[in-house]
């Protein structure tokens, strides 16, 4: 099934809903839940998915896990996507947040075959075998990296979805705490009680999550300077520590 649309089918007597979409451009997403859990793979570009609870950047070839009933909204940067929609009681084990996982070849073919299948698709047959054959996969995936908490209070979360809208190095814990009328100390204590890191870790984090798509368009080295870092290998360096593999790895060329 392409470009079809999920409410046109979720009342199909099936376990597992294949549904490949594609976006223009810069397409958002807007707040939004689905019944059923979503295994949502960028087979082409890069999504960023929000939810109140955190942010999750999703590179080309990976997959963000959306647990069923969760409020989220989705931007879409140049994406073609295949989505599984998956019947809740089908899996017991699907994340509570969402989760970025990798997408191995086998994974990736068994998808782009099932978005052919036709809604109420053979339950007897190869079909059905590659519906079971997917969650089996699903669940031998294991967590990637790429997403930062959000505070749970209003404020200090209008706070960081600003920095994760632009990134900024010159900001600091004292500039982000007169803006919540805190102490600096008293704020630093307050930001990392609701999301487990210091507020210089987060906006670390942060800048790295932002490079993901900027890696698209740009080099390594614009991308390190754009996002303040003394040098490419500055930035190689911290992005490979939190990310498990080099910037040079999420460029276009690549």
């Avoid at 939810?51 to 070839?61: F, H, L, R």
């Avoid at 190095?169 to 930001?191: P, Q, Y």
Wanted: glycine share 6%.
């Amino acid at each position: 099934m392409k470009n079809v649309a999920l409410d046109a089918v979720d009342h199909v007597d099936r376990a597992v809903l294949p549904i490949g979409t594609d976006y223009p451009p810069g397409h958002v997403l807007d707040w939004h839940e689905h019944r059923r859990a979503q295994f949502l793979y960028g087979a082409t570009g890069v999504m960023v998915v929000d939810t109140a609870e955190g942010n999750w950047t999703v590179p080309p070839e990976r997959a963000v896990l959306i647990p069923a009933a969760t409020q989220h909204r989705v931007r879409m940067l140049r994406v073609s996507t295949r989505s599984l929609y998956v019947e809740p009681d089908a899996v017991p084990w699907w994340p509570a947040t969402c989760t970025v996982v990798d997408v191995p070849p086998l994974l990736r073919e068994l998808l782009l075959s099932a978005v052919e299948f036709e809604p109420d698709y053979s339950m007897s047959g190869r079909e059905g075998c590659i519906a079971t054959l997917l969650l089996h996969e699903i669940a031998a995936r294991t967590p990637l990296p790429f997403h930062v908490a959000l505070p749970s209070s209003a404020d200090l979360a209008e706070l960081c979805r600003g920095y994760l809208a632009a990134p900024d190095v010159g900001v600091t814990n004292a500039a982000w705490a007169g803006r919540t009328a805190l102490s600096e100390r008293a704020f630093t204590r307050r930001f990392r009680s609701e999301t487990g890191e210091s507020p210089a870790v987060w906006r670390g984090r942060a800048r790295l999550l932002a490079a993901v798509p900027l890696l698209r368009t740009a080099s390594v080295s614009d991308v390190a300077g754009r996002l303040g870092y003394a040098s490419p290998a500055a930035f190689t360096a911290a992005f490979t520590r939190v990310f498990g593999l080099p910037p040079s790895r999420f460029t276009a060329a690549h």
